[in-house]
């Protein structure tokens, strides 16, 4: 039986990759729960599956596409699309900064 | 009946009420809110309630839903009223926009009542991960609701609305329902848009009915059913009339009864032999049958649901709406990061395109059976609802809970939970899983409806 081994530095790993923060503690007990998860996943290796192809959706529609034309009904106004945000300042959404004065 | 019970009748019942003027909306939503007064700060069904929503109703008497009250799980974007999908990352948000569900059920004349709890982001088979507290079981409160639709079906067991609608990824409609003896319709995957849902699988997501019949869900599934442009996965096909297979004869029909040989079903399985018998008796043929091991659905549903939901949630950024990715609780977490992982290179093809070939073998499986059955039965769940904090420390808690809902829902085929048996001590159910074929909901409603008119286990046809 295969067995899948996930250390906390590889959950420390995908954290960065999925952008999630995670404490020492959940480092941890990550590790395990995802051990535990991918030894389940691990049992479809019984299946015999070399001549199968991959199922991504069932409903066999195929390139749905919309009518390239502007449908306001759909539009925010500017105070609907600012409505929720957390930080806003004159019309304009606040984000994080991300680059430093040494990065300009 | 008298007024202040008016919240025990069916959606059936309620709109021939209004129709014949036999009480008035503000008796009806009278009878309503006080039953939720009553038991909603104990059962935590509702997250949050429309105080207008009489004055709503009173407007919409002219169309065919006549303002009756539904509850709708918060994973619907309703517009200008607070959708969390049960976390804290969306704890203030309020839609700009309606989902499609939430639209049509307004067009046709219902009105939302409230918004019922899940768990967070619908991740989950017990309503106990919800960022809000967990819901509790209105059949017996110390066991839990199932879930993630456990806030509609415990609002529809506790008689806190006249109807409700879920949405299953796999399982969060039936397994609820067969949780707190209610009914659960998961339609194809499809058949109801996806517009506006916060949204978990992609692939799987279906919203769909939780009533108190099966009349109800095929009243309500009409309502509901149907092509939306702005849901590219959702089929262009005309939706039938569901209400016109009820009280259908199903002489002749045949009924294949699969997961006989599966260990740990014993005890659910025993009390479904005995219960089918009715079908024999009303002509039905049935047999039982071999169907692929459903545990290997875990695995494949495991691995499908946590890559597409590592996804769908990386959107929640904190800046146009919502709070920063560190309100996220720990099992929204573990699942992003898990198909994150699954996902990335290297482990792909080891896991993912693996679990979508094993959701083929699924798909073939179900093929070859609808050859020889019209419909396929089995328990919704392995065994009655789990007590409260049954969760904790179960990373698979809601996977093995669902194994049995997890097939129908990889290959998107329609399935009903219909009560089939009530423990006479602990006053919980057991579900009943009834599938068909692609598109074929009338199929499962048929058989549904058939049983639940033929048995005692319905407690509205049948008062306890």
């Known amino acids: ?104 | 009946m008298s007024k202040s019970s008016l919240n025990t009748l069916t959606l059936t019942q309620t709109i021939e009420g209004l129709k014949q003027k036999t009480f008035s909306l503000q008796e009806l939503y009278g009878a309503i809110n006080q039953a939720i007064e009553q038991n909603n700060q104990k059962l935590n069904a509702y997250l949050t309630l429309d105080d207008k929503a009489l004055a709503k109703a009173e407007k919409t008497t002219h169309l065919p839903l006549m303002g009756v009250p539904i509850a709708v799980k918060d994973n619907f974007c309703t517009k200008d009223f607070r959708t969390t999908a049960a976390s804290k990352v969306l704890d203030q948000f309020v839609p700009q926009f309606d989902s499609t569900v939430a639209k049509k059920l307004k067009e046709a004349g219902g009105v939302i009542i409230g918004k019922t709890n899940l768990d967070a982001w619908a991740h989950g088979s017990s309503t106990e991960t919800s960022g809000y507290g967990r819901t509790l079981n209105p059949r017996n409160p110390n066991y839990l609701p199932g879930g993630s639709s456990g806030g509609s079906a415990a609002a529809i067991a506790a008689d806190m609305t006249i109807a409700a609608v879920g949405s299953e990824t796999a399982g969060s409609i039936r397994q609820p329902a067969a949780w707190c003896g209610v009914v659960g319709l998961k339609p194809t995957y499809g058949r109801v848009s996806r517009y506006g849902v916060a949204a978990m699988a992609s692939s799987t997501d279906s919203p769909g009915p939780i009533t108190k019949t099966v009349e109800d869900a095929a009243l309500l599934l009409n309502f509901l059913a149907g092509h939306d442009p702005n849901d590219a996965t959702s089929s262009p096909q005309q939706a039938p009339d569901f209400t016109a297979v009820l009280n259908k004869s199903i002489k002749g029909l045949k009924i294949g009864v699969i997961y006989q040989d599966i260990p740990g079903l014993e005890m659910v399985n025993e009390k479904l032999s005995e219960q089918l018998q009715v079908f024999k008796e009303l002509g039905a043929q049935l047999e039982t049958t071999k169907a692929l091991d459903p545990r290997y659905a875990i695995g494949v549903y495991t691995v499908v649901q946590r890559a597409e939901v590592s996804s769908n949630l990386a959107r929640y950024d904190g800046i146009r709406y919502g709070h920063d990715r560190s309100y996220f609780g720990p099992e929204a977490k573990r699942r992003q990061m898990l198909g994150t992982y699954t996902l990335s290179k290297g482990y792909a093809e080891k896991y993912y395109d693996l679990a979508q070939k094993v959701r083929t073998l699924f798909l073939e499986d179900n093929n070859q059976l609808f050859k020889k059955y019209d419909v396929l039965i089995s328990a919704t769940s392995p065994g009655f609802a789990k007590k409260i904090g049954a969760t904790e420390g179960a990373a698979m808690f809601g996977e093995l809970e669902d194994m049995l809902l997890e097939p129908s829902s990889l290959t998107g085929q329609p399935g009903i939970s219909v009560p089939y048996y009530r423990d006479p001590k602990t006053h919980l159910f057991l579900g009943m899983n009834i599938v068909a074929p692609m598109w074929q909901e009338q199929r499962v409603i048929q058989v549904a409806d058939a049983f639940e008119k033929n048995t005692q286990w319905n407690t509205w046809r049948n008062p306890l």
């Open chain 1, 1 to 104: 039986m295969v067995k899948s081994v996930v250390t906390p530095k590889d959950v420390e790993h995908i954290a960065k990759l999925a952008k999630i923060p995670v404490s020492p503690t959940e480092k941890r007990s990550f590790a395990t729960a995802f051990e535990e998860t991918l030894g389940v996943v691990n049992q479809l290796r019984q299946l015999d599956v070399t001549q199968t192809p991959t199922t991504h959706q069932v409903t066999g529609l195929e390139n749905v596409w919309r009518d390239d034309e502007v449908d306001e009904t759909k539009m925010f106004s500017q105070q609907q699309a600012l409505a929720n945000g957390t930080k806003v300042h004159d019309g304009y959404f606040m984000v994080p900064r991300i680059l430093e004065e040494k990065d300009v």
